[in-house]
């Protein structure tokens, strides 16, 4: 009886074949579990923290850095500003319609973001979330 | 003639497979730098505090005086670890409304730290307050 040996070329494929099923494996697992978002204008460090509820449908979002700058949909604005921003949301029919997450670093003082809040409320608003990660 | 023969003998030729996996790592790069996992930034994030009510029934208000937790209630002082005792003080069954005071060392990690050790102690209906309220 007369085996063949396998080509050199032959097994170099075969070799690779796991791989490929490896790399398929995380390009699938990164469509499904991905999701492309417009990255914020301006990172910050948000506090942690151990609530696992997640935010419904949060479409306005309000960055405070810890230079107390602040960015209402990536775009910068200030507090005079900001309550005729709010108003002015396209996708938005009542400004107490708006769920807004605020992003505030986590080394913000509170009096700091005190006046936000207290412009938030003037605007209208009677809610907001404030983010954070899992901690 | 040879040359003929040669051409019927060649094994038939292979699909590389090279430029398949060139297509799947650029995709594999271009999700990885252009995806965010979820567990980054929107899972876990909700953090609902009221900041207006109307006519609450009752408002109870605690000042926070530092990062690590240290707290006061109606004129008495309490340390971090007291914070199980706070559904005690008051009753939470009602609608009432649990306003905290931060004093000017506090960050935003400090308040939601103390805020989340009310909730763990099933105090949820907890306010911030601010300059108007």
Do not use: C, W
């Not at chain 1, 505030?104 to 404030?130: K, N």
């Not at chain 2, 002082?77 to 060392?105: C, E, H, L, Q």
């Not at chain 2, 805020?115 to 601010?130: A, K, M, P």
Request: charged letters at 20%; glycine letters at 4%.
């Amino acid at each position: 009886m007369k085996f063949e040996a396998d080509s050199p070329r032959t097994h170099g494929d075969n070799a690779v074949i796991p791989l490929i099923n490896v790399v398929f494996l995380i390009l699938i697992f990164l469509v499904i579990t991905g999701q492309i978002t417009n990255s914020d204008v301006y990172k910050v460090e948000l506090p942690e923290s151990v609530s696992q509820s997640t935010p419904p449908d949060i479409t306005q979002t309000l960055i405070v850095n810890e230079e107390r700058q602040l960015y209402l949909n990536n775009q910068a604005t200030n507090l005079s500003e900001l309550p005729d921003r709010l108003r002015e949301l396209d996708d938005v029919s009542q400004i107490t319609d708006i769920k807004l997450l605020i992003k505030a670093d986590a080394g913000l003082p509170v009096s700091d973001l005190r006046p936000v809040l207290t412009s938030l409320r003037e605007a209208g608003l009677q809610r907001v979330l404030i983010a954070t990660i899992q901690g | 003639m040879s040359k003929l023969t040669a051409a019927f003998n060649k094994k038939p030729s292979r699909v590389s497979l090279v430029p398949l996996i060139d297509v799947v790592f650029i995709l594999l790069l271009f999700f990885l730098l252009s995806t965010q996992l979820n567990l980054l930034y929107d899972i876990n994030v909700e953090f609902p505090i009221e900041i207006h009510t109307k006519d609450p029934p009752e408002i109870y208000t605690l000042v926070l005086h530092d990062n690590v937790g240290n707290f006061s209630y109606s004129g008495n002082r309490f340390n971090a670890d007291a914070v199980a005792r706070v559904p005690t003080f008051f009753d939470t069954t009602s609608d009432s409304i649990i306003v905290i005071k931060s004093d000017d060392p506090v960050n935003v990690q400090g308040l939601i730290g103390f805020v989340d050790r009310l909730y763990q102690n099933g105090i949820t209906n907890v306010s911030i307050f601010e300059n108007g309220q």
